[in-house]
Each structure stands twice: as structure tokens, then as C-alpha cells.
């Protein structure tokens, strides 16, 4: 009988530095998955900011240009 989490000596043999991979288990694709979902939403949360940053920037130059206009009068 042989465990779920054994690893095969093929894929022991195949490889180069003599480090299994085991991407094919199925604790190690949900963790790359987590790990992938993780850096997607950081990177969209990075993208809301800076869109976030460039409307501020451009609201506070137009109330800019309203008191230029202003006080030039």
C-alpha cells in the first residue's frame, strides 16, 4: 500500500539538483494557487491607489485653476 504524499522515485530521479517536484500534489498547487490570488489582489489594490492618486491630483488642480482664475480678477 502507498501513501498519499510519497513522493515517486521518477520524479526524484528526473530531476536535476536531486529535489523532488511535487507539483503535481495537491497541498502544493493550493498553496501556488493562495499564493498566486495573493499577489493579484496586492498588485489590483496597487493599480486602485495609484488610479485613486491621479483623481485627487487632478480635482485638486482644478479647484488650482478656479482660484487662479480668482484672484486674477
Same mark, same amino acid.
Given at each position: 500500500?502507498?501513501?498519499?504524499?510519497?513522493?515517486? /522515485?521518477?520524479?526524484?530521479?528526473?530531476?536535476?539538483?536531486?529535489?523532488?517536484?511535487?507539483?503535481? +500534489?495537491?497541498?502544493?498547487?493550493? #498553496?501556488?494557487?493562495?499564493?498566486?490570488?495573493?499577489?493579484?489582489?496586492? /498588485?489590483?489594490?496597487?493599480?486602485?491607489?495609484?488610479?485613486?492618486?491621479?483623481?485627487?491630483?487632478? +480635482?485638486?488642480?482644478?479647484?488650482? #485653476?478656479?482660484?487662479?482664475?480668482?484672484?486674477?480678477?
Amino acid at each position: 500500500m502507498k501513501k498519499k504524499d510519497s513522493i515517486p /522515485k521518477e520524479a526524484i530521479k528526473n530531476s536535476p539538483d536531486g529535489i523532488p517536484n511535487d507539483s503535481r +500534489r495537491p497541498d502544493v498547487q493550493w #498553496r501556488t494557487r493562495i499564493i498566486a490570488l495573493s499577489i493579484l489582489d496586492l /498588485k489590483t489594490l496597487q493599480e486602485e491607489e495609484k488610479k485613486k492618486k491621479k483623481r485627487e491630483r487632478g +480635482r485638486n488642480r482644478g479647484v488650482y #485653476r478656479k482660484w487662479v482664475v480668482e484672484c486674477a480678477r
